[in-house]
């Protein structure tokens, strides 16, 4: 089927700069919007950015002008560029796609979620 690997977290000071990507294989026909969401402890899982395949873009309130996401759609992969961190950034950030994906040649649709990777913002 299909799986989404993320890399990039780790732990930055505030103020601070981190790259994430999340890169989807296998038996993919099409993705259509990949989106990155976080959850902190003791919350639930929010949106933080979404783009559509066209290049359409959401951003949640709470990282307009700070965070940027992008793809490369030849890759399967999105960004998530993440400026100006604050200790209330901290969280697990997951991404995911809106797949139609192809299975003994039939086609499904199907949203995948990757791990998670932690991204901690502290001095």
């Known amino acids: 089927q299909v799986q989404l690997v993320e890399s990039g977290g780790g732990l930055v000071q505030p103020g601070g700069s981190l790259r994430l990507s999340c890169a989807a294989s296998g038996s993919i026909f099409s993705i259509n919007a990949m989106g990155w969401y976080r959850q902190a402890p003791g919350k639930q899982r929010e949106l933080v950015a979404a783009?559509?395949?066209?290049?359409?873009?959401n951003y949640a309130d709470s990282v307009k002008g700070r965070f940027t996401i992008s793809r490369d759609n030849a890759k399967n992969t999105v960004y998530l560029q993440m400026n100006s961190l604050k200790p209330e950034d901290t969280a697990v950030y997951y991404c995911n796609a809106d797949t139609i994906y192809v299975e003994r040649g039939v086609r499904y649709a199907y949203v995948y979620w990757g791990q998670g990777t932690q991204v901690t913002v502290s001095s």
């Open positions: 783009i559509t395949s066209g290049g359409s873009t």
